[in-house]
């Protein structure tokens, strides 16, 4: 009803029940609806965008999606390429740090190879990943650091990028107690990002990509 007279837009709508997904085929066919709770139908007239990260057709092979859903749906289709797609990634990586950067009163660079490393990630998150990845990078930086290489990064972006053991900012050598070097790394990122939200634990967990729970164990 608030979208009446404008544009409804349906997000993920390959997540929505086959039991639901009838009454909207039928509130697409016929332009009117129930309200809860009321008996009178009340007619309707909005454009339809759907949106979803699954795909449709798929669903429909596999008795998931409704065929004739699909099809009412389905007039003009836009596919939208995923972040790992893109044949400008690495510059619109350096955009996104050097937006970064700004908002936070940094001076800090990029390494190249760490900039070919992130263009070359899967990135099954898209840009809601790649945010949390800059961010973190941004936040568990040294201050002393001017260029962020992939020894910068936290352990846990160390080995989804697979930089396995690497020299750290200052170039200490790698310890022969890898494993337990590796744990101090991580707290000493966690510690730096968490002091860079002011101590809040949940932004500081929103920007490590990980649970507020999880940070919280791993301090503790």
């Not at 669903?59 to 699909?70: I, S, Y």
């Amino acid at each position: 009803m608030q979208a009446n007279g404008g544009t409804l837009l349906l997000d993920e709508i390959g997540d929505m029940p086959l039991a639901l997904q009838a009454r909207l085929l039928r509130v697409l066919q016929e332009r009117v609806i129930t309200p809860l709770g009321d008996h009178r139908e009340v007619p309707i007239e909005c454009q339809v965008i759907a949106a979803s990260h699954r795909d449709l057709e798929e669903l429909v092979a596999a008795g998931d999606f409704r065929e004739d859903l699909f099809y009412r749906l389905a007039a003009v289709v836009v596919e939208l390429p995923t972040l790992s797609e893109h044949a400008d990634l690495a510059a619109r990586i350096r955009k996104r740090w050097a937006a970064l950067c700004q908002d936070h009163g940094r001076d800090l660079a990029l390494d190249d190879p760490l900039v070919k490393r992130l263009a070359g990630y899967p990135w099954p998150g898209n840009w809601r990943e790649l945010e949390h990845c800059l961010e973190a990078a941004l936040m568990g930086t040294d201050p002393e650091c001017r260029k962020v290489t992939l020894a910068d990064l936290s352990p846990r972006w160390q080995r989804k990028l697979g930089a396995g053991g690497i020299a750290t900012c200052t170039d200490t050598p790698a310890s022969t107690e890898f494993p337990q070097q590796l744990r101090e790394l991580e707290r000493l990122h966690m510690l730096r990002t968490l002091d860079a939200h002011g101590g809040n634990m949940t932004s500081a967990a929103r920007a490590l990509g990980i649970s507020r729970s999880t940070l919280y164990r791993r301090l503790g």
